[in-house]
């Protein structure tokens, strides 16, 4: 077992102390460096960097990242929702590490939805009904993950499910 234990820190915010999400820090005991390209290649993670090494996870609106020493998740419900993530991460670790031989290590990030191909599935007529000033901002916020077609008020069903079908390639969630 690479990872068997760590001290986890709960917080809110310090940017905003009035958000009602919280975050969390998993100070990690054992260094799982050498373990990140493997769990890349088994979880698919939507961002991996070589140097120094971390692997991130965006996953049911969350986002995940792992360090050799550290483990940061953002926007939990509460201090159960932590424990469930830092459970289900110390099992996909290990058994990425035990597994090792049998896995091609991955060093790249899952590929990215590009910009101008959901601006070409928007309506395009800058409406402001999504909150955004135009349906570019609308655009680069569902690239990075934090808008669906849901909500665009002004997309047409085939449009929404394109967009949706399109979206959903690359940001499918790991199961927890």
């Known amino acids: 077992m690479l990872l ?10 310090e940017c905003n102390p009035n958000f009602q999400s919280l975050h969390c820090f998993a100070h990690l005991d054992q260094d799982v460096g ?12 939507y961002e991996y960097t070589r140097e120094p090494p971390s692997v991130t996870f965006r996953t049911q609106g969350k986002i995940i990242t792992v360090h050799p ?17 830092l459970k289900w991460l110390k099992r996909e670790i290990n058994q990425a590490w035990e597994n090792r031989e049998n896995i091609e290590p991955c060093y790249t990030g899952m590929p990215r939805p590009q910009v101008f191909e959901i601006l070409k599935m928007l309506p395009k ?9 135009t349906c570019m901002v609308f655009a680069a916020q569902a690239a990075e993950g934090g808008k669906e077609a849901g909500d665009c008020p002004e997309l047409a069903q085939e449009q ?14 790991p199961q927890l």
């Open 4 to 13: 068997e234990s760590y001290r986890k820190e709960i917080f809110r915010p």
């Open 34 to 45: 050498e373990a990140l390209p493997f769990l890349n290649a088994e979880l698919g993670g």
């Open 69 to 85: 020493r550290l483990i940061a998740v953002n926007a939990l419900k509460n201090e159960a929702e932590a424990d469930k993530i």
């Open 125 to 133: 007529t800058n409406c402001k009904k999504c909150g955004q000033p």
């Open 160 to 173: 929404a499910s394109c967009l949706d079908a399109y979206l959903n390639r690359f940001f499918a969630d």
